[in-house]
């Protein structure tokens, strides 16, 4: 495994900005995943990162730090309907190893 | 409409048992695998498959079997042999990977085993 490191939990409040980290193993890293899961469905894809910098998708931004093995996603703006766990992921020899996962609550 | 299924979405069973779990995929995808997830923990990779007639053990395979007869079909048996089963089963697939990649891993809806 790449031992993919995430905080638990995260609070924030409706229309704020939150930022979850993530730290790996960079030995066999080729690429870092970030998916979102609502409690009790299956993961579904936000990002991935294989070259340093930020990648931008609406809300959502992805940063990657290949030579700091870190990793954060950014989410903007943020709506009730996306309190949910945030699996970051990394592939390293054709294999997923996820982290633990950090739930994020918004607040009204 | 592409995608993948797993039937059934709840599925209970007696401690000794053997069950089976289904995962199909109607999007081409060669590679296919099987994730277990526990509460507060993250999924952790059970057997994968890259090709037809082909799988590799992850890293937690112990009590677990699997076979890969159609690209179509990655079917997970839950053995006796497994000491702990009760947890959300998840399968995925992805296009065939290559080191370096961009692999792309698509969930089906999971199942949930209870084991009484």
């Known amino acids: 495994g790449q031992n993919i490191d995430q905080p638990t939990e995260m609070t924030a409040t409706e229309g704020a900005i939150v930022q979850i980290n993530c730290t790996y193993q960079?030995?066999?890293?080729?690429?870092l995943f970030w998916y979102q899961q609502h409690a009790g469905e299956a993961p579904t894809f936000l990002s991935y990162?294989?070259?340093?910098g930020l990648e931008e998708k609406g809300r959502f931004s992805s940063f990657l730090s290949r030579s700091k093995g870190y990793s954060y996603l950014l989410l903007k703006e943020l709506q009730m309907k996306d309190s949910a766990s945030y699996l970051c992921?990394?592939?390293?020899?054709?294999?997923?190893?996820f982290g633990a996962g950090t739930t994020v609550t918004v607040r009204a | 409409d592409g995608g993948i299924t797993q039937s059934p979405k709840y599925l209970f069973r007696k401690e000794g048992q053997n069950v089976t779990l289904s995962c199909e995929q109607n999007?081409?995808?060669?590679?296919m695998y099987w994730y277990r997830q526990d509460p507060g923990q993250g999924l952790r990779l059970i057997y994968y498959?890259?090709?037809?007639?082909?799988?590799q053990k992850g890293d937690i395979a112990e009590g677990y079997s699997v076979s890969r007869e159609k690209k179509e079909s990655f079917p997970l048996t839950v053995t006796s042999a497994q000491k702990n089963p009760t947890a959300f089963y998840l399968c995925?697939?992805?296009?065939?990977?290559?080191?370096?990649?961009?692999?792309?891993?698509?969930f089906g809806p999971g199942t949930r085993l209870t084991v009484l």
């Open positions: 995925a697939s992805s296009i065939r990977e290559l080191a370096g990649s961009y692999n792309e891993q698509f």
């Open positions: 960079t030995s066999g890293f080729n690429g």
């Open positions: 990162n294989v070259l340093d």
């Open positions: 992921a990394g592939i390293n020899d054709y294999k997923l190893s």
């Open positions: 999007l081409n995808h060669d590679a």
């Open positions: 498959s890259q090709i037809v007639n082909d799988f």
